[in-house]
């Protein structure tokens, strides 16, 4: 490793996880926080577009150009302007802002702009707007699809004609306590109360974002798990209606062979529906209920605290998770880590697979 890494006064990261393969011409890695906040705030609009000024530092390691991105500050107050969702003047008064807040020290190293369900592509507009505003020496342009969970870096090519896709780029994990704050003051599940500070001062202590954005998921999806509980009560109830109903029908037309038939067919019709929709019900519960480790992080508590009884947890590895993104959103830091790494007979920590299921302790 260069020596220019060290003179900057930045410890290189040791647990990285490649995301795509090494790009030949330029190094990017981008820290775990960063990471989850972007796609956080790429899905906080129904199906708006996002823009977002990238934070970071530029070095040269073991001769390759490489850029460490460790913040990241929403392009606010943007306008549709000939089709394309561009940063005004006043975005830029309120990035600067942000800036000199919460990243003192760091400088622009790109953008970022997400498209629901449009793919990781750029467009002729991103590319023209990109030369203009970011063509400076490696500074990136990240595409987001939220929808479909598809990312791509992409910068200028040596003659600065065009963007060019970069094979893949690396994600590490670090305290990062600037973007934590950023995160707690800029909760994109829950507004943030205005607190007076005497008020925090008398409090004496800070809410860790990463908990603070866990448990506002947490509580979310219970809720959503709950609606469908009573929507399959719901559903119950009027499944035990109709059969009850179609009891007493048959019971007042046994002697009518004509009409025993059509009773009949009507109970079989009504069978169907009413199975049908148990299905659909349970597969919903059974969806929402796997919709986010949330869920069964909370239905394993619940568990314990109805139950009485210890019951083991699991997870099934998802695409672009990693153990330690895994332990930060269940126990809310790093704290755990090894304990996975062990119940779990893991060689290497930085190779998982997604489909495979782990054991939580």
């Not at 990285?16 to 906040?37: K, N, P, W």
């Not at 000199?100 to 953008?111: C, Q, T």
């Not at 205005?194 to 202590?205: I, T």
Request: with cysteine.
């Amino acid at each position: 490793m260069q020596t220019d890494l060290e003179n900057n006064g930045t410890v290189f990261p040791t647990n990285v996880r490649q995301m795509g393969a090494a790009d030949d011409g330029l190094r990017i890695y981008m820290e775990d926080y960063v990471h989850t906040y972007l796609y956080q705030y790429a899905r906080s609009g129904a199906t708006g577009e996002k823009l977002a000024v990238l934070m970071g530092k530029q070095f040269v390691l073991d001769g390759k150009e490489t850029v460490f991105i460790s913040g990241v500050v929403q392009a606010r107050f943007t306008e549709k302007l000939k089709g394309m969702e561009t940063i005004t003047g006043q975005s830029w008064k309120y990035i600067s802002e942000e800036i000199e807040k919460y990243f003192a020290g760091l400088e622009v190293v790109g953008w970022m702009h997400s498209r629901p369900s449009f793919g990781a592509f750029v467009t002729s507009r991103d590319e023209a707007y990109h030369k203009k505003v970011f063509g400076g020496k490696n500074q990136v342009f990240f595409v987001v699809d939220p929808a479909d969970r598809q990312d791509r870096f992409y910068v200028l090519n040596e003659n600065k004609t065009a963007l060019r896709p970069v094979k893949g780029y690396f994600v590490y994990y670090d305290k990062n306590t600037q973007m934590q704050e950023y995160m707690l003051q800029n909760s994109l599940v829950h507004p943030k109360n205005a607190v007076d500070e005497e008020e925090e001062e008398e409090a004496g202590e800070r809410i860790d974002a990463a908990g603070r954005i866990r448990s506002v998921l947490m509580s979310k999806q219970v809720e959503r798990v709950r609606r469908v509980k009573h929507k399959y009560a719901a559903f119950t109830l009027v499944s035990a209606a109709l059969c009850m109903m179609c009891v007493i029908m048959s019971m007042s037309i046994v002697r009518s062979v004509t009409r025993i038939n059509r009773l009949e067919t009507e109970v079989v019709s009504v069978k169907e529906n009413v199975e049908r929709q148990r299905e659909e019900t349970e597969a919903l519960a059974e969806d929402m209920s796997n919709y986010s480790p949330v869920i069964t992080v909370m239905a394993a508590e619940n568990s314990d605290e109805e139950k009485g009884e210890y019951e083991k947890r699991t997870y099934t590895i998802k695409e672009g998770d990693t153990l330690a993104g895994i332990c930060r959103l269940f126990y809310g830091d790093d704290s755990r880590l090894e304990e996975i790494i062990a119940i779990n007979n893991i060689a290497d920590p930085d190779v998982i697979y997604y489909g495979t299921e782990i054991i939580l302790p």
